[in-house]
């Protein structure tokens, strides 16, 4: 596996446009940082408790599949590890609870 490049300069990147200097990296990694994903899918990402947690999934795999049908690889990527972050936190959530 091909490590997530954080020396890049995330900040004027946009990977819609450069798609080839993504790196999957493991597990969450670049979810904060990759560009115009992070702001695409961020706003939809609510994970506080189960009900509101089943409505933000289902708007996020809504736009993983969109990505798909544009051939948007990086957008695919990036909404997985939106959901897998998700799924993570409230797990844990409830594990504490």
Request: avoid cysteine; proline fraction near 4%.
């Amino acid at each position: 596996m091909i490590k997530f490049d954080y020396s890049l300069d995330f900040a004027n990147l946009n990977f819609r446009e450069r798609p080839d200097l993504y790196r999957v990296g493991r597990g969450e990694q670049g979810v904060l940082l990759v560009e115009p994903y992070k702001s695409e899918i961020l706003p939809h990402w609510r994970f506080k408790n189960p009900a509101i947690a089943t409505e933000s999934s289902e708007k996020i795999y809504q736009i993983f599949l969109a990505y798909l049908e544009q051939d948007d690889f990086v957008g695919a990527d990036m909404a997985r590890k939106f959901l897998q972050m998700g799924y993570t936190r409230l797990r844990g959530a409830h594990q504490r609870s």
